[in-house]
């Protein structure tokens, strides 16, 4: 079985820093894209930022220029560098896994971590 395991949440003023990380772990074989996404409270989660094993970055435009996504394939590990936060960051930040290959599993599968909070105080 495939565990993502977020951690770097916390309680930042407005115009600061945080990074988050993200570990998968399991009996991996590949991992094509890692993310990360965001549910702010009564709202709907919203992707936010996306990298492929190949180094492909994408980012929700709200976010460019602040944000920086990183990964580690030989770890399994994503990052997110969040820079100059507004208090409209706020929300609980989830890492997914698409297009995992694993051990003992017929096909490719995607996997999300628990979450984990950002709060931004203005």
């Known amino acids: 079985q495939v565990q993502l395991v977020e951690s770097g949440g916390g309680l930042v003023q407005a115009g600061g820093s945080l990074r988050l990380s993200c570990a998968a772990s399991?009996?991996?074989?590949?991992?094509?894209?890692m993310g990360w996404y965001r549910q702010a409270p009564g709202k709907e989660r919203e992707w936010v930022a996306s990298i492929t094993s190949g180094g492909s970055i994408n980012y929700v435009d709200s976010v460019k220029g602040r944000f920086t996504i990183s990964r580690d394939n030989a770890k399994n590990t994503v990052h997110l560098q969040m820079s100059s936060l507004k208090p409209d960051d706020t929300a609980v930040y989830y890492c997914k896994a698409q297009g995992v290959l694993t051990a003992g599993v017929l096909g490719h599968h995607d996997y999300w971590g628990q979450g984990t909070q950002v709060t931004v105080s203005s």
């Open positions: 399991g009996s991996i074989f590949s991992i094509n894209a």
